[in-house]
Every structure is written in structure tokens, then in C-alpha cells.
């Protein structure tokens, strides 16, 4: 099983792909700036594979694929009502 939560101590800016920039950047500023005085509140990351798993078992990826086939990115008005279906 994958590792879905991971604390921000164990985080830099090597894991954007798996945590995004900002939790990313929460674990390097721990890492490098806690010396210096610069607090961060303790705290964790969910990873982007728990976010595509839970996608997979609930069926909503494809059901999101679905929603987006033949959509047109040029239509405004298309791509807010996808939007809103989606979510």
C-alpha cells in the first residue's frame, strides 16, 4: 500500500510530484528555516496517489472522463457546467 499522508518534516522540494508545491515547500521551509526562527504549525501532506486511488475505487475517474469527452476548452460556458457536474 502506498504511503498516502506524509508529515512535512519528511518533505522537500524533491516530492512536488508527489505532494505539490506548496506542502513541498511547507517541508523545506522545516527543514531549512526552523533555525532561523521561522515557525511552520506542524502538519502532513495527502499524496497525489491517495487522491487518484480514491478516484479509482469510488469509479470516479472514469466517470470524470466520461463528463469530459468531446468537451469544447473553447466554450466558456461548456467548461464552467463540466466544472460544476464534476465537482
Not at 526552523?34 to 479509482?56: C, E, H, I, M
Not at 469527452?69 to 466554450?75: E, H, N, Y
Request: hydrophobic share 40%; proline share 3%; glycine share 14%.
Amino acid at each position: 500500500m502506498a504511503d498516502y499522508i506524509i508529515p512535512f518534516e519528511q518533505l522537500g522540494l524533491g516530492d512536488v510530484g508527489r505532494v505539490g508545491g506548496k506542502n513541498a515547500s511547507l517541508g523545506e521551509m522545516i527543514a531549512g528555516l526552523a533555525s532561523a526562527g521561522v515557525r511552520v504549525p506542524p502538519g502532513f501532506a495527502t499524496t497525489a496517489d491517495a487522491y487518484r486511488d480514491f478516484l479509482k475505487h469510488e469509479g470516479l475517474d472514469d466517470r470524470i472522463k466520461q463528463t469530459l469527452a468531446g468537451l469544447d476548452t473553447d466554450d466558456l460556458d461548456q467548461l464552467a457546467q463540466t466544472g460544476d457536474r464534476i465537482r
